[in-house]
């Protein structure tokens, strides 16, 4: 995710979180993903919404809480779960010590603590209505033109603690309207829509629909083709594709073609602002769907080199010191594709304006834990700094050697990347940059 303005991190920093849809070839035994079978009804008209389905925890470690986190708009009609746990619900909820108005949590006690690998079934029901002015901790909206729900706009139970999560919802609305979201959305009957990211997703699992938007569609190669979406014929389409087109070329040129079995990538711009709560936020889950925010054309341009990046670079987990791995690799990516589109005064700017920034940040990415307030500067200042500073040592040729072996070997952890930069161009340029970080 490239957050673009503070608004978000200053509302709550806690909740931004990456988007990541894992290679098809995660789901396997042993996957860790929370798993979620939900069918919801909802009228984007009026926001009324009912829902029922099952939230099965695997614990990822050992557990001996579950607060999950729900939109207050709604009452909770059925909530059961297996014997020998107990379980409250809390009107108004909070998270890493901050109140969170308009949400309700409810905490489970797993009785005994949940182990790694242990799962826990639990069964929900709930009704009510979930408008604009029900979202408050995240990028949403409610209105018959144009609807956004997010994971934080929090219209199913939430564990925010381990977000890494399986989905399959049923959806029934308006005839109408027209679903899409990440992986797939299908439309099996009418008014009926079947939405599946087809895989785990780390973030974000968000769906948008629309009775009345404009779509606008190019080809890129090699089986890989870009939808427009927005409220109106969107005058920069060409443009906009176009950078899509160009900076997905200029990674494939780096790394190969992605490892995904997508063959959309979908970009969703609300291009006049329908009632957007943090409007200035963009986006992507897995670069195959992309949300963008509210802002010049430059700025636009920019936030889709970061996010088709993330075809490539999604693997460090939201919140750790690994999430490197994808948010400063995807901004440095980018960073090289606008010099080469834009050229080298666009470059040297905005690396000059990008180490100034960095040399105010605070703290380690080392320790990077959570998504308290120092993230944002941390992995989108900091780390692509020192990723410019990596190549001035060790020059563009060595930078794309180390990124593709690291991509082929599908590196995770940014231990494992010190590592491989150690094999590669020693030991000493290695612990410049552990230190440095």
Not at 53 to 74: K, M, P, Q
Not at 80 to 96: C, D, L, N, W
Not at 240 to 253: D, E, F
Request: with cysteine; aromatic share 10%.
């Amino acid at each position: 995710m490239k957050t673009v303005s503070c608004l978000l991190r200053a509302a709550c920093p806690m909740l931004c979180a990456a988007g990541l849809l894992l290679p098809s070839g995660a789901a396997m035994a042993g996957d860790l993903s929370n798993r979620y079978e939900i069918t919801a009804r909802f009228d984007p008209a009026s926001g009324a919404i009912s829902a029922d389905g099952t939230f099965t925890v695997v614990a990822d470690g050992d557990v001996a809480e579950i607060r999950l986190l729900l939109n207050a708009g709604v009452d909770i009609t059925a909530f059961t779960f297996g014997a020998g746990e107990a379980a409250r619900i809390e009107p108004v909820a909070t998270f890493g010590g901050e109140v969170l108005e308009k949400t309700q949590a409810i905490i489970v006690t797993p009785v005994p603590p949940l182990t790694r690998g242990d799962t826990l079934e639990m069964a929900f029901s709930y009704a009510g209505h979930i408008t604009t002015d029900d979202i408050f901790i995240g990028r949403g909206v409610v209105s018959p033109g144009w609807t956004e729900m997010t994971l934080e706009t929090l219209w199913y139970p939430v564990w925010l603690e381990e977000s890494l999560v399986r989905s399959r919802v049923t959806l029934e609305v308006p005839e109408a309207y027209e679903v899409i979201g990440p992986g797939e959305a299908t439309q099996i009957a009418p008014g009926r829509w079947t939405l599946d990211p087809g895989g785990p997703v780390g973030g974000r699992i968000t769906f948008a629909m629309s009775d009345s938007w404009v779509m606008e569609a190019r080809a890129l190669g090699g089986g890989l083709s870009a939808r427009l979406y927005s409220v109106v014929a969107e005058p920069e389409a060409d443009e906009i594709l176009g950078t899509v087109s160009a900076a997905y070329s200029y990674y494939a040129g780096i790394f190969g073609p992605p490892r995904t079995d997508k063959s959309t990538i979908t970009l969703l711009y609300p291009n006049i602002d329908p009632g957007l709560v943090y409007p200035n936020q963009a986006y992507a889950t897995a670069g195959d769907f992309i949300v963008m925010n509210l802002s010049n054309l430059e700025v636009q341009l920019d936030t889709l080199n970061h996010e088709i990046a993330h075809l490539w670079w999604s693997a460090g987990q939201p919140g750790t010191a690994d999430e490197f791995l994808s948010e400063s690799v995807a901004e440095y990516l980018a960073m090289r594709r606008g010099g080469a589109a834009w050229g080298e005064s666009w470059l040297a700017k905005r690396r000059s304006t990008l180490d100034a920034a960095a040399a105010e940040a605070e703290g380690s990415i080392l320790t990077l834990d959570g998504f308290g307030h120092a993230r944002q500067s941390l992995l989108y200042e900091k780390g692509p700094s020192l990723l410019w500073q990596l190549q001035d040592h060790i020059g563009e040729a060595a930078m794309d050697g180390l990124f593709r072996d690291a991509y082929d070997r599908r590196t995770e952890t940014l231990e494992s990347f010190l590592s491989l930069l150690a094999d590669r161009e020693g030991e000493q340029v290695a612990g410049w940059f552990r230190e440095a970080l």
